[in-house]
């Protein structure tokens, strides 16, 4: 690499190599806090699907993969700033340390890039994984993103790796010219730009996808809101992003070239979109676990939905407008029972929670005759002749004997 000019150099004040001008530990300890964090949460995310859900699925396999770019990047970070001087104003760095804090910078440079495409191609498989049943279009749109997030990680990871020739000419100092070809400071700002760019994208569309599975009442409003939560986390990594464009463009363009001391900062924010980003793409698939072994975080809830359903479950007949149609009898959908007249309404029990099925990031969707949990009853009370008499069932815990009284029902129910 090409030092800076030399009346830039004239310009810094004397070195101070004993007791230096630094950053603090501040980022260290938030590094190595979310560190610990994620490192469990991956755990019991990885637990969840291969022992609990058997849903173990390549959004997993490239969120391990993120998780050891990131766990690489945060040593790497750590390391810097520990024994090369990040955090520190350039001019009090000893010059020797220049060479190792420069290939550090390019292994970190590296490894964000790795690992923020491959938490983004875990959340698009992700929302593959939540939405592969709703339409083609929005399959269509999964799959192009992850092409582009993919072409992306790959043509920044090339030009990182080609941009002096041979690559040692990145870390030596010289005052001649070197065989550089790349601008690192235009690469590094079209790369961050492009990445907000699709941090966003990828916090959008399972925005977009949610609200839609609401609106077709396949999503009940506690999932919409937790699943919508988690997503927005991603607005997080979003301006953290952002913020380290910011600072990666102060560090390559800075009038008195202080790269050592700016570096931190960039290392700080860079951070920061990982961890956020590696917990919204996790906490999703955690929820099995916690309600097996953590019940109690989730039981105050589950009663809450329980008597919000069975205070549903006595409503008097809906309008026709209202009332549910054949064909909305697909996927998955919140359960709602109506009045039946033919046997005795039941008082609801509150004391157990009832077991609604939803749309689940943890397992393929089921088929859909295999999803029909409730079957639409038409009353008319003007014309009692032209209308039969449907007959109804009891919910058993055996699930072969219900889905038989289901398809008798159909049967008889629907001409």
């Known amino acids: 690499m090409k030092t800076p000019p030399l009346d ?36 019991i995310r990885v637990y969840t699907r291969k022992v609990i859900t058997k849903g173990f699925g390549w959004d997993d396999i490239l969120i391990l993969f993120a998780y050891v770019a990131t766990a690489a990047f945060t040593v790497i970070g750590l390391v810097a700033s520990a024994h090369y001087g990040w955090g520190t104003h ?20 590296v490894m964000f890039d790795l690992a923020t495409s491959f938490t983004k191609l875990s959340m698009l498989a992700l929302i593959y994984r939540l939405a592969c049943q709703t339409s083609k279009t929005v399959r269509y749109i999964v799959i192009v993103s992850m092409v582009l997030i993919s072409a992306n990680g790959t043509s920044f990871l090339l030009v990182s790796l080609l941009q002096c020739r041979p690559l040692y000419h990145y870390w030596r100092l010289s005052f001649e010219p070197v065989n550089c070809t790349v601008d690192e400071a235009t690469h590094l700002l ?38 919508s939560i988690l997503f927005a986390a991603g607005f997080v990594a979003s301006a953290a992003s952002a913020a380290r464009v910011y600072f990666t463009h102060l560090m390559t363009s800075s009038r008195d070239r202080d790269l050592s001391w700016h570096a931190w900062l960039t290392w700080l924010m860079s951070s920061i979109e ?32 329980a008597r919000s359903v069975g205070k549903a479950s006595i409503k008097p007949p809906r309008e026709e407008k209202d009332r549910p149609k054949r064909d909305s009898l697909s996927t998955i959908h919140e359960l709602e029972e109506e009045v039946v007249f033919n046997r005795p309404v039941r008082t609801p029990d509150f004391s157990e929670p009832q077991h609604l099925v939803f749309y ?56």
């Open 8 to 43: 830039i150099i004239a310009s810094w004040p004397v070195p101070n190599y004993v007791n230096p001008e630094t950053r603090g530990p501040a980022a260290a300890i938030v590094a190595i806090t979310l560190l610990i964090v994620i490192t469990f949460l991956v755990a």
């Open 90 to 109: 350039v001019w009090d760095v000893r010059p020797r340390l220049f060479p190792g804090s420069l290939k550090l910078a390019l292994s970190s440079f």
């Open 190 to 227: 079209a790369g961050g730009i492009i990445n907000t760019s699709t941090n966003l994208l990828v916090v959008i569309l399972p925005l977009a996808i949610v609200r839609r599975l609401r609106q077709e009442g396949k999503l009940c409003p506690r999932q919409v809101t937790i699943v």
């Open 274 to 305: 990982l961890f956020v980003g590696i917990m919204a793409a996790s906490v999703p698939a955690t929820k099995p676990f916690f309600a097996r072994y953590l019940p109690q975080l989730i039981s105050t809830a589950s009663a809450s939905r």
């Open 360 to 415: 689940d990031v943890n397992k393929p969707l089921p088929r859909i005759k295999e999803s029909v949990y409730s079957i639409p009853i038409d009353f008319d009370f003007e014309n009692t002749e032209r209308t039969q008499s449907r007959p109804s069932y009891e919910r058993t815990s055996s699930r072969g004997s219900d889905t038989a009284t289901r398809n008798l029902t159909e049967e008889r129910s629907f001409v």
